[in-house]
């Protein structure tokens, strides 16, 4: 299953409150060993995000030059 931004927001909001406990978006209930895991946890949730993200960085222009 894809992590979703409801997955990021709940280890967001355990890392906020000090808790090691986070439900996923389908209702599984996470408790992580370590403040260190709940980050790595994060850090692997953000980059499964950002490689699925269909919004470019920045926008491509393609410029025609009909000069001869």
Do not use: C, H
């Amino acid at each position: 299953m894809p992590f979703t931004q409801t997955d990021l927001d709940a280890i967001n909001a355990a890392l906020a409150s000090g808790e090691l406990s986070a439900r996923s978006s389908d209702g599984k209930q996470i408790t992580y060993r370590s403040v260190d895991e709940l980050l790595k946890a994060k850090g692997v949730v953000e980059a499964e995000l950002a490689s699925t993200s269909s919004v470019r960085p920045y926008p491509r222009y393609q410029v025609a030059d009909f000069s001869d």
